[in-house]
């Protein structure tokens, strides 16, 4: 094998992603993905030697679809490897069947350490194998299959690659989109089970022309979600438009937005059109709207209701056929309250609000997104990282990320420019991030995280709203009732009517 082969292993499961990646690591530059939804992309982008994708939960009519879809990518001496358990020769799509032969893995049970020699061997040095219970079929040249019923020793079954995280950000057309019923989920990113059922209610409204607002933290991912919004919409191939409203001074919102006539002001020396003229039929994020004036405010809420304008200085009626999606980084209710947002705009924009969590509170994305990361910048920095030390990732989900993805993804970029060798150890993070030196917040959840962290008693941290508790200890021990009981000092009875109590039972 080449010194520059490179694989990539797809799996909705994080212990096989980190088991096989270190059985490889050190001999071939790795990448990893938790869904077809990435996969796909990936191999077009990348053109990886060997391509490992585990589907073991799916069933044959999936299995069937998923070697149709990837096999539309193959191309070359590209080594794809995929671990399934239903298949068999019969319900192999009769497209490829002419394409595949039959072989057996090394053992029964399938290790780690196997499965890596069998990849990374050439594939005319193996030999067919006896096993009753495991089936390999090999495309020609070197492209593999691989079938194999049982879950792995050892591992913890946790999903399938339908479940995973997102696409690289390839835009797709939107019949296909309306076709994924987890595209909104895969392309975020999350495998956190609230935030997940969200963004299927956001992907219906997605393929409607109706104005959203998300709420979230700063680098929460509303733009990034917007575009989501934009690409999965029929407007997909129209203009996105992203308005910083808190970036432009108070006095040139409108004109920005609305667009002026000249001699409107004394710096308007010609026509310009605004943003809802520019973005055409396409969409526009608004965000930080919280910092409109009420005069703006009004005019906003007869852009949505009527789609109509006028520009700073003129008397002529435009009209908007632009999406509109609004965002906020803080709460809009409390604005109203205190009578900094208008109550007939906040009604309008409430009706499709969706919330977005902060990362402290979504601890199974930090893996997925964190090896996304390192993949994306080390191939954008030339930097070539093998292998991720268990240590490093330990690190990255005992820090609270007040500044959210945004900041764990700066944070990643710096330490792939200090990794040594091809690998990601905690010292090559910065240093505030290993000793859990969280920058400011606003948000009293920042502190909660390292009470929960620490394993303090439920009724030890009372300053802390009991919800917010619960949720977090939920998360530390990967939704596990009877260890988040047990980590909070109380009953699984009392857990479970808390959970209830707070609308916090996973959705069945």
């Known amino acids: 094998m080449k010194a520059i082969d490179t694989a990539l292993i797809c799996s909705?499961?994080?212990?096989?992603?980190?088991?096989?990646?270190?059985?490889?690591?050190?001999?071939?530059?790795?990448?990893?993905?938790?869904?077809?939804?990435?996969?796909?992309?990936?191999?077009?982008?990348?053109?990886?030697?060997?391509v490992i994708l585990d589907l073991?939960?799916?069933?044959?009519?999936?299995?069937?679809?998923?070697?149709?879809?990837?096999?539309?990518?193959?191309?070359?001496?590209?080594?794809?490897?995929?671990?399934?358990?239903?298949?068999?020769?019969?319900?192999?799509?009769?497209?490829?069947?002419?394409?595949?032969?039959?072989?057996?893995?090394p053992s029964n049970e399938l290790n780690h350490e196997e499965l890596a020699t069998f990849v990374l061997t050439p594939s005319n040095g193996r030999s067919p194998l006896q096993s009753s219970d495991t089936l390999v079929t090999a495309m020609p040249s070197s492209e593999i299959v691989v079938d194999k019923p049982a879950v792995a020793s050892g591992e913890r079954a946790t999903g399938v690659a339908s479940t995973g995280v997102a696409s690289t950000g390839a835009n797709r057309p939107a019949a296909a989109a309306a076709a994924d019923p987890s595209l909104m989920a895969d392309r975020f990113r999350t495998r956190t089970p609230e935030l997940r059922t969200m963004l299927k209610r956001l992907e219906v409204a997605a393929r409607h022309n109706v104005t959203m607002l998300l709420i979230g933290e700063t680098g929460s991912g509303k733009t990034h979600l917007a575009s989501l919004i934009h690409d999965i919409s029929p407007r997909a191939n129209e203009p996105f438009l992203h308005v910083a409203c808190g970036a432009l001074p108070g006095e040139l919102i409108e004109s920005e937005l609305f667009g002026h006539v000249k001699?409107?002001?004394?710096?308007?020396?010609?026509?310009?059109?605004?943003?809802?003229?520019?973005?055409?039929?396409?969409?526009?994020?608004?965000?930080?709207?919280?910092?409109?004036?009420?005069?703006?405010?009004?005019?906003?809420?007869?852009?949505?209701?009527?789609?109509?304008?006028?520009?700073?200085?003129?008397?002529?009626?435009?009209?908007?056929?632009?999406?509109?999606i609004a965002a906020s980084n803080l709460q809009l209710q409390p604005l109203v309250e205190q009578g900094r947002f208008r109550p007939d705009l906040y009604y309008r924009l409430?009706?499709?609000?969706?919330?977005?969590?902060?990362?402290?509170?979504?601890?199974?994305?930090?893996?997925?997104?964190?090896?996304?990361?390192?993949?994306?910048?080390?191939?954008?920095?030339?930097?070539?990282?093998?292998?991720?030390?268990?240590?490093?990732?330990?690190?990255?989900?005992?820090?609270?990320?007040?500044?959210?993805?945004?900041?764990?993804?700066?944070?990643?970029?710096?330490?792939?420019?200090?990794?040594?060798?091809?690998?990601?150890?905690?010292?090559?993070?910065?240093?505030?991030?290993?000793?859990?030196?969280?920058?400011?917040?606003?948000?009293?959840?920042?502190?909660?995280f390292f009470a929960g962290r620490k394993g303090e008693s439920l009724e030890n941290r009372i300053e802390f709203t009991e919800k917010d508790i619960i949720e977090q200890a939920l998360l530390t021990n990967n939704f596990s009732r009877t260890n988040t009981a047990r980590h909070l000092g109380i009953s699984r009875v009392t857990l479970y009517n808390k959970m209830r109590k707070y609308g916090i039972l996973p959705g069945r």
């Open 12 to 50: 909705g499961s994080p212990g096989f992603l980190r088991s096989l990646g270190s059985a490889m690591a050190g001999q071939c530059r790795l990448m990893e993905c938790y869904s077809l939804t990435e996969a796909g992309p990936l191999i077009q982008m990348h053109r990886p030697d060997h």
């Open 56 to 105: 073991r939960s799916a069933n044959p009519q999936q299995m069937a679809k998923a070697l149709a879809t990837v096999s539309s990518t193959l191309s070359g001496q590209l080594t794809l490897v995929v671990l399934k358990g239903q298949m068999t020769e019969s319900n192999i799509p009769k497209e490829l069947q002419s394409r595949l032969r039959l072989f057996s893995l």
């Open 263 to 324: 001699g409107a002001f004394t710096s308007a020396h010609a026509d310009k059109d605004g943003k809802f003229l520019v973005a055409g039929n396409g969409t526009i994020l608004l965000d930080e709207i919280d910092v409109l004036t009420p005069d703006q405010q009004v005019k906003l809420l007869r852009v949505i209701e009527k789609g109509e304008f006028e520009p700073v200085g003129s008397n002529r009626t435009l009209h908007v056929k632009a999406r509109i």
């Open 350 to 448: 409430n009706t499709l609000s969706f919330n977005i969590p902060p990362l402290r509170k979504r601890l199974p994305d930090i893996e997925p997104l964190a090896r996304y990361f390192v993949h994306h910048h080390a191939a954008q920095l030339g930097i070539e990282v093998r292998a991720i030390a268990d240590e490093f990732l330990e690190s990255l989900m005992q820090y609270p990320w007040p500044g959210n993805v945004r900041e764990m993804e700066n944070a990643i970029r710096s330490a792939v420019i200090y990794s040594h060798d091809g690998n990601l150890t905690a010292e090559c993070l910065p240093m505030h991030i290993v000793e859990g030196a969280a920058g400011p917040a606003n948000d009293p959840s920042v502190q909660a």
